[in-house]
């Protein structure tokens, strides 16, 4: 389960050991219009890259807790984080109401 960060810069100093931290940011979020196969490949590569990144999922955590908006962050892109968000969301109210009785 991913957990809210604690704030401040050393809550964010898990960047200077991903496996992304040299290489172009481009890769990592879309351009205009860019759709289909070459949208695919891009985020394929970022994935690549992330799957390979010691700190994956303090990456996944960041983008979660700040809701990033754009870009592969952790391994997941801007859509399949919006469906998680979604589940868990989902997931609270469901669990969280049984839990109260109600």
Same mark, same amino acid.
């Given at each position: ?12 100093? =898990? ?12 890769? $990592? ?12 490949? #891009? ?5 690549? +890259?992330?799957?390979?990144? @010691?700190? +994956? ?8 807790? $700040?809701?990033? @908006? $754009?870009?592969? =962050? ?12 979604? %589940? #868990?969301?989902?997931? +609270?109210?469901?669990?969280? %109401? ?5």
């Amino acid at each position: 389960m991913l957990a809210a960060g604690r704030g401040g810069a050393e809550s964010f100093s =898990w960047q200077t050991a991903a496996a992304c931290r040299n290489v172009d940011p481009a890769l $990592f979020f879309h351009p205009d219009g860019e759709r289909g196969r070459a949208r695919e490949r #891009r985020q394929l590569t970022a994935k690549e +890259i992330c799957g390979e990144c @010691p700190v +994956i999922y303090q990456c996944l955590e960041h983008a979660v807790t $700040f809701q990033e @908006p $754009f870009g592969t =962050w952790g391994g997941l892109t801007e859509e399949e984080r919006g469906k998680l968000l979604s %589940r #868990r969301a989902v997931n +609270i109210r469901t669990h969280g %109401r049984s839990a109260r009785g109600g």
